[in-house]
């Protein structure tokens, strides 16, 4: 039986974090990347985290833009943005906003998060549907992965194969437990060379597009800046990738191997 390691036992990691902590990621640092299926390329993502002062403060403001190009864009579409506005003390969420047109479906909404009000909770603030009160420490879909990268990756030696690790977050104005099955460590080839990475899969609900529960893999760096380098969705129709192409303001050098 696999398993789960929650990381509701960690909230004190999260709110006192242990002296001499790795930090993996830094305000400046701009990751590209190429989605394709095959040989055709169908889209392209930029993930970048830079320093913002908003609500009065400083944060963390970080930002995903994806879109379809070529012929994919001329058949769906897909203009998406995601944003977390983080709190560098804590690395949890202050504001959050999903900004989504695919095709013609549109979406925008905005979550305000406040983790000090109360004690033994969070209340989470969400244009489209008011209050609603959560467990501490929750965490948007974005600020969930650089949090993941700061507070599990750099202990990646306590984990073991078939552990899942489990980040409560709000997404689409409900609870989304994001649940990270390790599987392991591969080297990978991607457009910048070769990088030995931890590799996961996120566990997947089977249905529409997954078949098992494994379909969706990432791959982060083995290096100290854990940067995820590689996605890989198995689906019905076939597996599209999403992969890195070229990065900027990382912390530490990027280990790989030169084409």
């Known amino acids: 039986m696999r398993k789960l390691i929650s990381l509701t036992g960690l909230i004190l990691l999260l709110l006192f974090p242990a002296a001499g902590q790795i930090i993996s990621y830094q305000p400046g640092e701009r990751v590209n990347y190429v989605v394709h299926y095959g040989a055709i390329n169908g889209g392209e993502a930029i993930l970048e985290i830079v320093s913002d002062t908003s609500f009065g403060r400083e944060l963390w403001h970080a930002r995903m833009d994806a879109r379809t190009t070529g012929i994919a864009d001329a058949l769906f579409r897909v203009r998406d943005i995601y944003e977390a506005y983080i709190d560098p003390e804590t690395e949890l969420p202050v504001r959050s906003v999903r900004n989504i047109r695919e095709g013609r479906y549109k979406r925008y909404n905005v979550v305000l998060f406040d983790h000090t009000s109360r004690q033994d909770s ?4 969400s244009n489209l549907t008011g209050i609603h009160i959560t467990q501490q420490g929750i965490h948007d879909i974005l600020s969930c992965f650089y949090w993941f ?4 990756l750099p202990d990646i030696k306590n984990v073991k194969r078939g552990d899942v690790i489990e980040i409560m977050t709000w997404f689409t104005d409900e609870l989304y437990p994001i649940r990270m099955k390790y599987i392991g460590n591969e080297e990978v080839k991607t457009k910048v060379g070769r990088i030995k ?5 996120p566990v997947t609900e089977t249905g529409r597009l997954f078949k098992t529960e494994e379909d969706v893999s990432f791959w982060f760096s083995a290096d100290k800046n ?9 689906i019905f129709v076939g597996a599209f990738m999403v992969e890195v192409v070229s990065y900027e303001g990382l912390l530490y050098p990027l280990e790989i191997k030169k084409k």
């Open 149 to 152: 990268r700061n507070h599990v």
């Open 122 to 125: 969070a209340i989470l603030t």
């Open 197 to 201: 990475c931890y590799k996961f899969n």
């Open 226 to 234: 854990f940067l995820p380098v590689k996605i890989r969705f198995d």
